[in-house]
């Protein structure tokens, strides 16, 4: 290779890393953003879930999943779970992708 060819493959490469590090950043944004989005959504739920008075239910059981109303509570929990398994499990496709591609380029040297 001469040197202006072997400059020009620098220069390729590092414009490369750059647009997979502005669309990395782009992704984690919105990852972030609908994180957010959805936190907003359980609060608001939560918030019209609630009912006023002691969380204690007759009979001397202590636990809230026993008063009358508490499924909102449940579905909101299994909802939030799923979600933070969905975007877990996104998450680490994106970082194993990100990486065999590096490690491709890597190779193709």
Excluded: P, W
Aim: charge should be positive; hydrophobic fraction near 45%; aromatic fraction near 4%.
């Amino acid at each position: 290779m001469t040197c202006t060819t072997d400059t020009r493959v620098r220069a390729i490469r590092s414009r490369t890393r750059q647009y997979r590090a502005r669309c990395e950043a782009r992704q984690l944004s919105i990852l972030t953003a609908c994180s957010l989005l959805l936190l907003a959504g359980i609060g608001l739920l939560l918030n019209h879930a609630q009912s006023s008075g002691v969380a204690t239910v007759a009979g001397a059981y202590g636990a809230v999943l026993l008063q009358d109303g508490a499924g909102a509570y449940v579905v909101i929990g299994i909802a939030a779970f799923a979600a933070g398994v969905a975007v877990t499990v996104l998450c680490v496709r994106l970082k194993s992708r990100a990486a065999r591609r590096m490690n491709e380029e890597d190779n193709g040297d």
